[in-house]
C-alpha cells in the first residue's frame, strides 16, 4: 500500500490562474511533511515544511503558500501562477527529523 | 549557506563496471541520503547515514561527517541502475535537506 499519494500527476495551467497540490500520508503518526520544487533537469530545492497540523514554515520564497489542514495532508497552493513556478513538485515525509520518503510528484506547466 | 557540491555531473559505465560519486559539503551536515531518480520522476531511496559506511547489494555509501563529504559506490554495473543520483545532505538547521546537482548515469551494454 502506497504511504504517500499526491494529487494530481499531472496539470496544465495558465499564467495567473489559481493552483493547488495536495498531498496524503496514510498510516503514520504526526510525521514531518515537505514541499520540494525541481526545474526540468534541474535539482530539488526545498520549499516547505512542518512538524504539526496548523504549522508551516518557509524555506523559500517563490510566490506560493502551504497549509497543513489535518495531520496527514499538506496542501501547496497559489493564487496566481507564474511561468516560473513550472516543474516537478514533491512532497516528502519524516519520523521526526530523520530519513525523508517522497511520493510520486506532480508535474506542472504553466503557459 | 549550506551547499552541497556533487560530482561527476554525469557518467557513462559499460555493463559490469562500477564508479563512484562524490558529495562535498561547505558546512557541517547531520546526516546525508542517497536517492536515484528513474524516468519518471520517482526519488528511490539508497541510504539515509549519520556516519559510518552501508552496503546494499551493488551499492556502498560513506559518509564522513567530519571531512565534510560522502560517496557512493557502484560495482558491476547494470542497464536498470541508469537514471539520476542525488545525494542530500541534512543541515544543523531544522529539517533541511540540501541536494546536490545529480549526476545522470548512463550504463550501456
Known amino acids: 500500500a502506497q504511504t504517500i499519494h499526491q494529487w494530481p500527476v499531472a496539470e496544465i495551467k495558465a499564467v495567473g490562474s489559481p493552483l493547488s497540490l495536495g498531498c496524503t500520508i496514510k498510516?503514520?503518526?504526526?510525521?514531518?511533511l515537505y514541499w520540494y520544487w525541481q526545474a526540468t533537469g534541474g535539482t530539488l530545492q526545498q520549499l516547505f515544511y512542518?512538524?504539526?497540523?496548523?504549522?508551516v514554515e518557509s524555506v523559500v520564497q517563490l510566490n506560493l503558500s502551504a497549509s497543513r489542514p489535518k495531520d496527514d495532508q499538506f496542501i501547496l497552493s497559489t493564487e496566481k501562477l507564474l511561468l516560473s513556478h513550472s516543474g516537478f513538485y514533491l512532497c516528502?515525509?519524516?519520523?521526526?527529523?530523520?530519513?525523508?520518503?517522497f511520493g510520486p510528484g506532480t508535474r506542472l506547466t504553466v503557459l | 549557506g549550506d551547499q552541497v557540491e556533487q560530482s561527476p555531473s554525469a557518467l557513462s559505465l559499460h555493463e559490469g563496471t562500477g564508479s563512484a560519486l562524490r558529495c562535498n559539503f561547505t558546512?557541517?551536515?547531520?546526516?546525508v541520503q542517497w536517492f536515484q531518480q528513474n524516468s519518471r520522476g520517482s526519488l528511490i531511496n539508497l541510504f539515509y547515514l549519520a556516519s559510518g559506511t552501508k552496503e546494499n547489494g551493488r551499492l556502498k555509501s560513506t559518509f564522513n561527517s567530519k571531512e565534510s563529504y560522502s560517496t557512493l559506490h557502484i560495482r558491476d554495473a547494470q542497464l536498470e541502475d541508469s537514471g539520476t543520483y542525488f545525494c542530500a545532505a541534512l543541515s544543523s538547521s531544522f529539517s533541511k535537506l540540501v541536494f546536490g546537482q545529480g549526476t545522470s548515469l548512463s550504463v550501456v551494454p
Open positions: 498510516g503514520k503518526s504526526s510525521p514531518n
Open positions: 512542518s512538524i504539526t497540523v496548523g504549522q
Open positions: 558546512t557541517t551536515m547531520r546526516a
Open positions: 516528502a515525509w519524516s519520523l521526526e527529523q530523520y530519513e525523508q520518503y
